[in-house]
């Protein structure tokens, strides 16, 4: 079993960056492939992007894609999420999830573990 823990969130200007980190503990990172899931108030939890075990291969929602950028440092135990560029309707709460799988990962249901979360808000 492993556990999440995201942290870096905050509130920042539209135009602006920021860096959030999944710190996991209680199993190695690299067993797993790693996800970034979002959720705005009032909406589903939406897919923002993932990656590989080893950090080569990333996929992004076309939402984000070109702005944000995950990787990982296993020996660290650790995913980042770089979200540069920051539009108000990226304000939701950021999520990292752990996955067992080797394919897809676009839907949350494919994945094991969760954090609790990291709230960003940009404001216009």
């Known amino acids: 079993q492993v556990q999440l823990v995201e942290s870096g969130g905050g509130l920042v200007q539209a135009g602006g960056s920021l860096r959030l980190s999944c710190a996991a503990s209680?199993?190695?990172?690299?067993?797993?492939?790693m996800g970034w899931f979002r959720q705005a108030p009032g909406k589903e939890r939406e897919f923002v992007g993932r990656?590989?075990?080893?950090?080569?291969?990333?996929y992004y929602a076309d939402s984000v894609k070109g702005r944000f950028t995950i990787s990982r440092d296993n020996a660290k135990n650790t995913v980042y999420l770089q979200m540069n560029s920051l539009k108000p309707e990226d304000t939701a709460v950021y999520s990292c999830?752990?996955?067992?799988?080797?394919?897809?990962?676009?839907?949350?249901?494919?994945?094991?573990?969760w954090g609790q979360g990291t709230q960003v808000t940009v404001s216009s």
């Open positions: 990656v590989s075990r080893s950090g080569i291969s990333t």
């Open positions: 209680g199993r190695t990172l690299s067993t797993y492939a």
């Open positions: 999830a752990a996955s067992s799988l080797y394919s897809g990962l676009g839907d949350m249901k494919q994945y094991d573990y």
